[in-house]
């Protein structure tokens, strides 16, 4: 499949992956602070880690939930989820005051707020414990049957039957 990309202003190939595990959705939430709701989530201090992935994390946020001020250099950050503002205010060394009764609140962010030095890296394991590497003896490419072209490998696991990729979880086929 092919995905657009607005930054390089063309399409990109991708591949779309379906995988449908509790135990994949529980570590998610464990790893980004989750719940389902999104006035609900915590923030996700797994990107505490150091400023480069705090950076990335604050540049992807406000381009989702917020924009970049064409007269200063700095961006503004809204949301509903005040918890979540609070405590991003406190790590990046700014002031703020929630809006009442409900609506979105709005955290102005400074393109110098690093220079306040409030900002302090955490460690988080961002391996699952289970986690280890393994060896591929073979792969095999099969024959799809139907009219979607598409590539099925199969797989034999020893001695467990299930692992994860990337993350993902993967089982023995039947």
Request: charged share 20%.
């Amino acid at each position: 499949m092919t995905r657009p990309s607005g930054f390089l202003k063309r399409d990109l190939p991708g591949f779309r992956v379906r995988v449908v595990s509790s135990y994949l959705s529980d570590a998610m939430r464990y790893f980004v602070g989750g719940d389902a709701h999104h006035a609900r989530q915590r923030f996700p201090r797994v990107v505490l880690r150091d400023i480069d992935t705090f950076n990335g994390f604050l540049d992807g946020y406000a381009d989702g939930d917020g924009f970049r001020h064409k007269s200063w250099q700095g961006r503004t950050i809204v949301s509903a989820n005040t918890p979540f503002l609070s405590d991003l205010a406190v790590i990046i060394g700014a002031r703020f005051t929630p809006k009442g009764r409900g609506l979105a609140s709005h955290l102005v962010v400074s393109d110098r707020w690093a220079s306040r030095g409030t900002f302090a890296p955490e460690y988080h394991r961002i391996d699952p414990p289970e986690s280890s590497w393994i060896q591929v003896h073979e792969v095999r490419p099969r024959p799809a049957l139907g009219t979607k072209p598409f590539t099925f490998y199969s797989y034999r696991l020893s001695p467990h039957p299930t692992f994860l990729v990337n993350g993902h979880l993967a089982r023995e086929p039947w």
